[in-house]
């Protein structure tokens, strides 16, 4: 779907939909959602949601909606979609994904099932690096198409703002070329991209052995090129072992915070590291936690840094273990669900079936997985005052499911309930009666 081919109706009314997941709190509390208020997603029944301008402007009953004077006698303006008795919710906001890469990691799937494990497939010469060769050959132009069809993927199953990474050129060129494509496929597309710098991916090849020089890299010429070029809003850092330590991610931190740029980082995925002296750098999100100490969660809960689940990676990988989400839920710190779409751990499009996993290995109830699906998927992103809940003034991003309760979102899983999304009031396609 192309914006450019799309007509934006200037009023469109969304009405008779049998559950509207608003996401915003009757007390009128913000701030991102922790403990109980993860689970209240502020359901409207027989619902009706009004947008003018791509902007949402008012949100109640249908029945109210159509006794209105001021609906009634503007009708015929009115684009109308009659929801047919289904859930609607804010579109996802995928917080974590990696789409500019260029080939299928086929041969480290096949190693990964006859036993080896992540770093060892690193040491082959797999993982990480081998998608570097893909990037550094492709034109700008193969790399946009590539993340376009992932833009439109996610659309197709409910997710309306997504956070790009780089981190498959790690040279100054490669990642230029990479966050220029991811640009360029946003601008393509009705919904939203949030651009991420992640250089700190792994030391590339040629730098082996040589981590420092390449961390300079990164903070000297890399990251002062990306922020003149307003090419990203944060920069991430795969903090971790076989990856970047926590002092090298420190000093990548304070280069981002010198050029304007925020922060976030890949954390405990495959070990600990105490967060610390990194949530010093007030991080938008850490993302994995696998492994973190609990000493580390009052720190983390009395933060604004949304901890971020990717459960697609513990699927794909095989693991058995998945993070232990009651614990932070519990401890009060702020959690978003993402899907880590990349090729070489989660090549997972799909925010329900995160969701669905998040449910069944992470013991989330499904109301926690959709609140940590959108509004703290939008507070990880920084842009929970546009994105993220369904309120007069936000923007017009909002997903039709073909179910008629809120909890067969995750419950059928591994298959596409999503009907149509509204991307900042542009409906994809038409709803089937
Ligand atoms: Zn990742």
Same mark, same amino acid.
């Given at each position: 779907?192309?914006?450019?081919?799309?007509?934006?109706? @200037?009023?469109?009314?969304?009405?008779?939909?049998?559950?509207?997941?608003?996401?915003?709190?009757? *007390?009128?509390?913000?701030?991102?959602?922790?403990?109980?208020?993860?689970?209240?997603?502020?359901?409207?029944?027989?619902?009706?949601?009004?947008?003018?301008?791509?902007?949402?402007?008012?949100?109640?009953?249908?029945?109210?909606?159509?006794?209105?004077?001021?609906?009634?006698?503007?009708?015929?303006?009115?684009?109308?979609?009659?929801?047919?008795?289904?859930?609607?919710?804010?579109?996802?906001? =995928?917080?974590?994904?990696?789409?500019?890469?260029?080939?299928?990691?086929?041969?480290?799937?096949?190693?990964?099932?006859?036993?080896?494990?992540?770093?060892?497939?690193?040491?082959?010469?797999?993982?990480?690096?081998? *998608?570097?060769?893909?990037?550094?050959?492709?034109?700008?132009?193969?790399?946009? @198409?590539?993340?376009?069809?992932?833009?439109?993927?996610?659309?197709?199953?409910?997710?309306?703002?997504?956070?790009?990474?780089?981190?498959?050129?790690?040279?100054?060129? *490669?990642?230029?070329?990479?966050?220029?494509?991811?640009?360029?496929?946003?601008?393509?597309?009705?919904?939203?991209?949030?651009?991420?710098?992640?250089?700190?991916?792994?030391?590339?090849?040629?730098?082996?052995?040589?981590?420092?020089?390449?961390?300079?890299?990164?903070?000297?010429?890399?990251?002062?090129?990306?922020?003149?070029?307003?090419?990203?809003?944060?920069?991430?850092?795969?903090?971790?072992?076989?990856?970047?330590?926590?002092?090298?991610?420190?000093?990548?931190?304070?280069?981002?915070?010198?050029?304007?740029?925020?922060?976030?980082?890949?954390?405990?995925?495959?070990?600990?590291?105490?967060?610390?002296?990194?949530?010093?750098?007030?991080?938008?999100?850490?993302?994995?936690?696998?492994?973190? *100490?609990?000493?580390?969660?009052?720190?983390?809960?009395?933060?604004?840094?949304?901890?971020?689940?990717?459960?697609? $990676?513990?699927?794909?990988?095989?693991?058995? @273990?998945?993070?232990?989400?009651?614990?932070?839920?519990?401890?009060?710190? $702020?959690?978003?669900?993402?899907?880590?779409?990349?090729?070489?751990?989660?090549?997972?499009?799909?925010?329900?079936?995160?969701?669905?996993?998040?449910?069944?290995?992470?013991?989330?109830?499904?109301?926690?997985?959709?609140?940590?699906?959108?509004?703290?998927?939008?507070?990880?992103?920084?842009?929970?005052?546009?994105?993220?809940?369904?309120?007069?003034?936000?923007?017009?991003?909002?997903?039709?499911? =073909?179910?008629?309760?809120?909890?067969?979102?995750?419950?059928?899983?591994?298959?596409?309930?999503?009907?149509?999304?509204?991307?900042?009031?542009?409906?994809?396609?038409?709803?089937?009666?």
């Amino acid at each position: 779907m192309q914006y450019g081919n799309c007509v934006k109706p @200037k009023l469109l009314l969304l009405r008779n939909i049998a559950q509207l997941l608003t996401l915003t709190l009757r *007390s009128g509390a913000n701030g991102p959602r922790r403990g109980a208020s993860l689970s209240d997603l502020g359901i409207i029944q027989n619902a009706a949601v009004l947008c003018l301008a791509g902007k949402i402007v008012s949100v109640g009953t249908t029945k109210d909606a159509l006794r209105d004077p001021w609906l009634s006698k503007n009708r015929k303006k009115v684009t109308e979609i009659d929801c047919g008795r289904r859930v609607v919710l804010p579109g996802f906001v =995928d917080s974590h994904t990696h789409p500019a890469f260029t080939h299928p990691r086929l041969v480290d799937f096949e190693k990964r099932i006859s036993g080896a494990n992540y770093e060892e497939i690193a040491e082959a010469g797999g993982g990480i690096r081998s *998608s570097i060769d893909g990037v550094r050959k492709a034109s700008k132009a193969a790399l946009t @198409k590539k993340v376009s069809a992932v833009l439109a993927d996610l659309a197709a199953n409910g997710t309306t703002t997504v956070e790009a990474k780089s981190g498959y050129g790690l040279n100054l060129e *490669s990642e230029l070329k990479s966050l220029e494509a991811i640009r360029a496929a946003a601008h393509e597309s009705p919904g939203t991209v949030v651009p991420t710098f992640l250089g700190a991916h792994a030391v590339p090849p040629e730098y082996s052995g040589r981590s420092q020089e390449y961390v300079d890299l990164i903070c000297n010429e890399m990251i002062p090129a990306i922020a003149q070029r307003r090419l990203a809003r944060f920069v991430d850092v795969f903090c971790d072992r076989g990856a970047f330590s926590a002092a090298e991610a420190a000093q990548i931190f304070t280069a981002a915070e010198r050029h304007g740029l925020a922060v976030r980082a890949h954390m405990g995925q495959l070990s600990e590291t105490r967060l610390g002296p990194l949530l010093r750098y007030q991080p938008a999100s850490l993302d994995h936690m696998d492994h973190v *100490s609990d000493a580390d969660l009052p720190a983390l809960a009395r933060s604004e840094t949304i901890a971020t689940f990717v459960p697609g $990676a513990n699927y794909f990988l095989g693991l058995s @273990k998945y993070p232990d989400a009651r614990r932070f839920i519990e401890s009060g710190v $702020a959690v978003a669900l993402a899907t880590d779409y990349n090729p070489g751990s989660s090549p997972m499009l799909s925010m329900p079936m995160a969701m669905s996993l998040a449910c069944t290995h992470m013991k989330m109830s499904p109301a926690e997985a959709i609140a940590a699906a959108t509004i703290n998927g939008a507070w990880a992103l920084r842009v929970a005052d546009r994105k993220g809940s369904i309120e007069p003034g936000r923007d017009a991003d909002l997903a039709v499911f =073909d179910v008629s309760d809120y909890r067969e979102i995750p419950y059928w899983f591994a298959t596409n309930r999503c009907a149509q999304t509204i991307m900042n009031g542009v409906p994809s396609g038409h709803l089937s009666k």
